[in-house]
């Protein structure tokens, strides 16, 4: 139990290491005092261009990566163990980057970091994930409701087509698609009031 409590942790603290965060204070600003205030790669994009939220990108993506493909098989665990633990050590640095310890517990909103997960579970997911969020965003030009559609639907994809045993990556994608949505809750409260921001016009909603 310590061992699988000390794992966890860690995972948590990968997480918290927050790309935009970390690159910002070497480059010394906070992008949390810019743009929309978040500490993600959209963000990042927007107030610092391609090559910065490249990094950021990257750094929270991997971070996820490690915490999965590396942390779980520590001890030699059972098969069963490494499929559970893969999945809490995934949910950890997901929960780390959005409430990252490091820096107040105030980060971003864990679509990166999730993908890193998906990434290494599932690369079927992730294709579906990310296809999911092109279309969605070349339809309605959100990034933010891009996101919320492409986390759903990787439980509605598992649900579907996934193997018999998919039932934890089921439970997991369907907690983390709330997680995601809970995380977005800004931006589904400005698409309420027809505030929200658009990356560019979209194909459908063209008016703001």
């Not at 999965?68 to 059972?78: D, I, K, N, R």
């Not at 996934?162 to 800004?186: D, E």
Request: glycine content about 14%; proline content about 4%; hydrophobic content about 55%.
């Amino acid at each position: 139990m310590i061992s699988i409590i000390l794992k966890l942790v860690a995972a948590y603290l990968l997480g918290s290491v927050n790309g935009s965060l970390v690159l910002g204070r070497l480059r010394h600003f906070d992008i949390r005092e810019e743009g929309s205030g978040n500490a993600g790669g959209t963000n990042a994009l927007r107030t610092h261009g391609k090559a910065f939220a490249f990094g950021v990108i990257f750094i929270d993506v991997l971070k996820a990566v490690v915490a999965v493909a590396w942390l779980p098989g520590l001890g030699a665990p059972s098969p069963e163990q490494v499929q559970w633990l893969a999945l809490s050590c995934g949910a950890a640095a997901v929960v780390g980057h959005c409430y990252p310890v490091f820096f107040g517990f105030r980060g971003g909103k864990g679509m990166a970091t999730l993908v890193g997960v998906y990434g290494v579970l599932s690369p079927a997911v992730l294709l579906v994930v990310m296809v999911s969020w092109l279309i969605s965003l070349g339809l309605f030009g959100y990034v933010g409701l891009a996101t919320m559609i492409a986390a759903a639907a990787a439980p509605i994809y598992l649900a579907i087509a996934g193997p018999a045993s998919a039932g934890p990556m089921v439970l997991f994608s369907l907690l983390m698609a709330a997680f995601i949505a809970f995380t977005h809750r800004g931006n589904i409260q400005r698409l309420q009031r027809g505030a929200e921001t658009k990356m560019f016009a979209g194909l459908l909603g063209l008016r703001r």
